[in-house]
């Protein structure tokens, strides 16, 4: 692939450095928006025995700055936010000559770790084909590997300092229980204010990257991410601004795009947006929860250069916001995006079905809002924007107890739905309920699921390579479709995330909600 990069690492690889691959298994666009990528890129490249040089889909075998073959590395460090991901990870593993299994691979170089949240969730399925895993957040094993070049020709001396840490596990060194790593306070982080810059439109445009806050404060029993990043943390209003001014000008940017599960549940967020638009710096904010909005907020979304405002109530059914803790009034959602259109911004909105408990009424409910919005707003054009996800359980989230809808009913309720939305003002997009049955597989598989997901990857991926590779070893996927005993432990229980009982006593909870 050819790009034109700047403030890109250029070393001379010597005997003694440490080289690590950092894996992105996505889209090199996709890259160059996850925080992690630069996180890792800028801290561990400070050290002159260390050279990381990046990894991606578009760049499977050479790495963006040497061209040296990946297999040729002494550690390859692959983040892995969602799943689906890991069949691309095997499959550059695959294509590079290396042995995906890891017992039949052996304990050599280069050493492969893994992290991200879905691995902090549940890290069963890929333990047989990773060396290591590290559950959390990773600023203190970016620490650790920062001290391993004396070790770079010895992978099993690596290991045993990084297992050393109590939130890193590894199937040649079981572990009885894995503590999850959070950093207590951001403002004292490693931040990476030079950021790689590219000629490659990254996936939500130019701007400097700026996570003002971690985890988010409504542990929404569905959200992945809310549970993995417990405890909900922020970064001081002035070292916010210290990084984005200092970042802007290192860069050469004028655009910010700010990474929050919950951006207005930071209690600085209308300060901060105010003082951009003020020094005349456009911003970009992430998915919103509807009842942190206001129309002075909105407003400033606009001043600040936004064009869509992303919100997602995930169902309009009382009975089924009581369930996720997203009980938002149908009145509310629909003055929401009624004052978001009427400022001539487009709205996206995402929502999902085949909650546990749902009926046709609750899924009519969204196009009946959305035609009730258009008619008395006259829109035109395309402006409105439905993106409809089924429900997937997450390991290590309350909602983990939960069965997931059968593939038909998913695929009745979603053309039942799209149907009844005007295609000439609303652009839908609908997940694939297969692919939703194959993460929820992931997320709630145990070890031998790895043995399937490297068959798979082997058959090229995609639907029909995941069916032969269930057939061809006869392995039985029904456990999505069941429910799962909130009184017994799961596979990965021994991953403490700081909620284990919580998770129990928060399902029986929301339960009672649809009982």
């Known amino acids: 692939m050819r790009i034109k990069e700047s403030n890109v690492v250029v070393k001379k690889p010597r005997k003694n450095m440490l080289r690590i691959a950092l894996l992105f298994p996505s889209t090199y666009e996709a890259s160059l928006s996850n925080l992690f990528v630069h996180m890792t890129y800028y801290f561990l490249n400070k050290y002159p025995d260390i050279y990381v040089e990046r990894f991606t889909l578009s760049n499977p075998q050479r790495s963006l700055e040497t061209k040296t073959l990946l297999k040729n590395f002494d550690i390859i460090l692959a983040s892995l936010p969602f799943e689906l991901m890991y069949q691309d990870f095997i499959k550059i593993l695959i294509l590079n000559g290396i042995e995906p299994l890891r017992e039949v691979r052996g304990l050599g170089k280069p050493l492969i770790i893994a992290g991200g949240p879905a691995v902090t969730a549940n890290p069963l399925p890929i333990l047989d084909i990773v060396d290591a895993v590290i559950i959390g957040e990773g600023e203190r094993s ?19 300092n990084l297992m050393s840490l109590s939130e890193v596990l590894s199937g040649w060194y079981p572990k009885d229980e894995v503590i999850k790593y959070y950093v207590e306070d951001l403002d004292r982080e490693f931040y990476p204010i030079i ?8 996936v939500y445009g130019k701007g400097f990257l700026m996570e003002v806050s971690r985890g988010c404060p409504h542990l929404c029993p569905f959200c992945l991410e809310t549970h993995v990043f417990y405890p909900y943390r922020f970064r001081s209003y002035d070292n916010v601004k210290k990084i984005i001014y200092e970042g802007l000008k290192e860069n050469s940017l004028n655009r910010v795009v700010f990474y929050s599960l919950s951006f207005f549940d930071y209690k600085y967020s209308v300060k901060l947006l105010e003082d951009l638009i003020t020094n005349g710096i456009s911003f970009n904010v992430p998915s919103l929860r509807l009842d942190t909005l206001s129309n002075e907020k909105i407003e400033l979304i ?16 009382d009975r089924l916001g009581c369930l996720i803790r997203k009980r938002f009034s149908y009145e509310l959602v629909k003055e929401v995006v009624k004052c978001i259109l009427s400022k001539g911004l487009n709205v ?30 006259g829109i035109k054009g395309k402006r409105i924007h439905v993106t409809v996800n089924p429900f997937i359980p997450k390991a ?3 909602m983990q107890y939960y069965p997931m809808e059968r593939t ?12 009844l939305l005007p295609r000439d003002v609303v652009d839908v997009d609908t ?9 929820t597989s992931i997320s709630l598989g145990d070890r031998e699921l790895g043995k399937l997901l490297v068959l798979w990857a082997k058959y090229g991926g995609g639907l029909s390579g995941w069916r032969r590779a269930v057939k061809e070893l006869s392995y039985d996927v029904s456990y999505v479709f069941k429910h799962r005993d909130p009184y017994t432990e799961l596979p990965w229980s021994f991953i403490d995330l700081g909620l284990t009982k919580y998770l129990s006593s928060s399902y029986l909870a929301i339960s009672k909600c649809i009982d």
């Open 348 to 377: 996206k909105l995402y929502f999902i079905i085949g909650l546990p408990g749902e009926g046709l009424n609750d899924v009519m409910l969204i196009p009946k809002l959305i035609n009730e919005v258009i008619k008395e707003l």
């Open 302 to 317: 606009k001043a600040g250069g936004q064009k869509t405002v992303t919100v997602a109530p995930e169902t309009l059914s």
């Open 142 to 160: 970016l620490k650790e590997l920062s001290k391993l070049a004396p070790y770079k020709d010895r992978p099993k001396e690596m290991l045993e």
């Open 195 to 202: 950021q790689i810059q590219s000629d490659v439109k990254p």
């Open 431 to 439: 997940y694939d309920p297969r692919w939703a049955t194959i993460q």
């Open 408 to 419: 038909e009913s998913l695929r009745n309720k979603m053309k039942l739905l799209t149907n």
């Open 396 to 398: 290590n989230t309350p």
